[in-house]
């Protein structure tokens, strides 16, 4: 009987952390959702690789430049 207490606490935690996770509806292209854009083959400057696009393609980001200096 002890089991059935513990197996029933592991399914209710488990229950928990299902409904936890986030889920945002249609944001399917995880890319454009990053700001990025879907480019065939390597990410070349001024763009950086993020990831995956659905259709295989590279996923890349503008790299931005920071320019001035807070210790002048």
Known sequence: MRILY????VLFMMLQAATGQPFIPGSSNSCITQNGRCF????????????????????CKKYVEVRGSLWQ
């Open 6 to 9: 513990q197996l029933l606490v």
């Open 40 to 59: 065939p083959g390597i990410c070349r400057r001024p763009y950086y690789w993020i990831g995956t696009c659905p259709n295989g393609y590279s996923c």
